[in-house]
């Protein structure tokens, strides 16, 4: 079967109507979130069911084409790019809810759901779904497992692949492996659904997941605090996780740098406290419980915690729509710093205890390799996993400054390798990390991973050219 071929057996298998070739209609699917790269495909082919998928691939695999799986096309590494003579499998009609047990405090969901509809479907069931991040509106569940997400509740509840009790995945050969067992022991065998999570569209097309559910918070407390050092937001968590019986959900921090770009370019924000600070918190707690009395502990350890100097100040969102005014502040500083021209990104993490450690070590090359850089750190700290973004200097061109990536990105992860650290926290490999694969992973861990990949989508179907080369 030629391309031309494939494109009219997928239109006659699922309808001319989900087979896009159209330029304009193709648009949002080649879209690249970030703008690094651009996309190109045959087609976008978009399936209704698993059987649907299934004869895709089989249809793709005989005609010698390759798939790049797509969920919200919301990932941060290039992974849902296509590159050419490829299809684009986009998985967002595939969104049902297709059961939902309380009891076992589980639910089946289809590939395509967004996550901010799991969470609604959960909540409605008197429960809670606790996956977070700002793009949960358009991100799907799909998209979330094959990256592993993070987000902003993994101190407490883990990362994505955490929640999963089973999946149903089409192989490269065609075969659904229905794995939606809601099982939570089961040890029989190797656990083949970690295979899937967390590989990025590589190994298969997750069609759809069983996921764990947990009891609805009754009570939510969210503080912003001034810090004057990264050293002294480890001692707060530590004291916070203590003092709540770990009951701590996120812990944010950001750089007033970071919070500075969001006071200039974000409309309806402002400064939280009277003074500035160097650095920032945004602490949450929450509970089951309804009498836990949550508030007025966050109010004693703030109260203590400025009079012994480990924090300078804060305030305690009194509504809710205070509490989305804090984590707003937090969640737009991505947009605001487009509007200060360009940015060097990294999503790393460290063993918690050395994150002051790091922000000195790096903060003082990049300084020394681009005078005038700015550095505008924020992320999920509580996880040791910092957003270490680095904005150009005031006044300099935009492409001379981000020809200086890979420079920077290797003397950023460098650091990071030294302290035990990760080049991808949390968004994965995709086609951006490609090469951080080849300078940090060992050669046992490389060949491992093209030994599965070998093993798993022979044919190099799904995905190829990402994660592993
Ligand atoms: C504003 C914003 C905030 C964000 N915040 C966070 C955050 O806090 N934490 C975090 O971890 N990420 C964050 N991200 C990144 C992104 O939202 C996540 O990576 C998300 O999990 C991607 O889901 P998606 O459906 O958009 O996947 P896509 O971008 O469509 O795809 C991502 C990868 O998964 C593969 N894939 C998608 N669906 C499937 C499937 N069904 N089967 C097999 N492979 C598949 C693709 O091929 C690709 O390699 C953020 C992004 C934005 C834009």
């Not at 508030?295 to 509504?319: F, H, T, W, Y």
Request: with cysteine; proline share 4%.
């Amino acid at each position: 079967m030629t391309a031309t071929s494939l494109v009219a057996a997928l239109q006659q298998l699922i309808g001319t109507n989900h087979v896009l070739t159209d330029p304009a209609d193709m648009a949002p699917f080649l879209r690249e979130e970030r703008g690094t790269y651009e996309s190109w495909a045959l087609a976008v082919a978009r399936p209704d069911t698993v059987e649907d998928v299934a004869a895709i691939v089989k249809a793709c695999a005989q005609a010698n084409v390759s798939i790049v799986p797509q969920g919200g096309n919301t990932g941060l590494v290039g992974g849902a790019v296509s590159r050419g003579d490829q299809i684009i499998l986009s998985l967002g009609r595939m969104n049902r809810l297709r059961a939902i047990d309380p009891a076992n405090r589980a639910l089946t969901v289809e590939a395509g759901c967004t996550l901010a509809r799991i969470q609604t479907a959960a909540e409605e069931a008197g429960l809670h779904f606790p996956l977070s991040m700002a793009s949960e509106g358009s991100c799907q569940i799909g998209g979330n497992l094959s990256t592993n997400a993070g987000g902003t509740a993994v101190l407490r509840y883990g990362n994505a692949k955490e929640f999963v009790l089973g999946l149903e995945v089409v192989l490269a050969d065609g075969q659904i492996w229905n794995g939606l067992k809601a099982l939570r022991k089961d040890n029989t065998g190797y656990d083949l659904k970690q295979l899937f999570l967390g590989s990025e569209g590589t190994l298969g097309i997750i069609t759809a997941a069983s996921l764990k559910m947990y009891a609805k918070p009754r009570e939510t407390v969210t503080a912003l605090l001034g810090i004057a050092s990264p050293a002294a937001a480890l001692r707060l968590l530590a004291r916070l996780q203590d003092a709540s019986g770990d009951q701590v959900t996120g812990f944010e921090m950001m750089a007033r740098s970071s919070l500075d770009f969001v006071l200039r370019h974000i409309p309806g924000t402002q400064d939280p406290l009277s003074a500035a600070y160097p650095w920032y918190l945004l602490a949450e707690m929450t509970t089951s419980r309804a009498d836990a009395g949550l508030e007025a502990l966050m109010e004693r350890e703030l109260a203590s915690a400025i009079e012994e100097g480990l924090a300078e100040d804060g305030v305690i969102a009194a509504s809710l729509s205070q509490r989305e005014k804090l984590w707003k502040l937090r969640e737009s500083i991505p947009e605001a710093q487009k509007h200060e021209g360009g940015s060097l990104k990294h999503d790393i993490s460290v063993p918690i205890s050395a994150i002051p450690e790091f922000l000195d070590r790096a903060t003082r090359v990049v300084e020394a390799l681009i005078p005038g850089i700015r550095p505008c750190p924020f992320g999920h700290v509580g996880d040791g996993n910092l957003h270490y973004n680095l904005t150009q200097p005031m006044g300099m061109d935009k492409q001379a400054y981000l020809a200086n990536r890979e420079r920077v990105s290797q003397t950023v992860h460098d650091i990071v390798q030294n302290l035990g650290g990760s080049f991808s926290a949390e968004h994965g490999v995709g086609l951006l990390k490609l090469p951080d694969m080849a300078r940090y992973k060992s050669d046992v861990e490389r060949d491992l991973l093209k030994r599965l990949k070998q093993a798993i989508d022979p044919g190099h179907l799904f995905n190829p050219g990402k994660v592993v080369e």
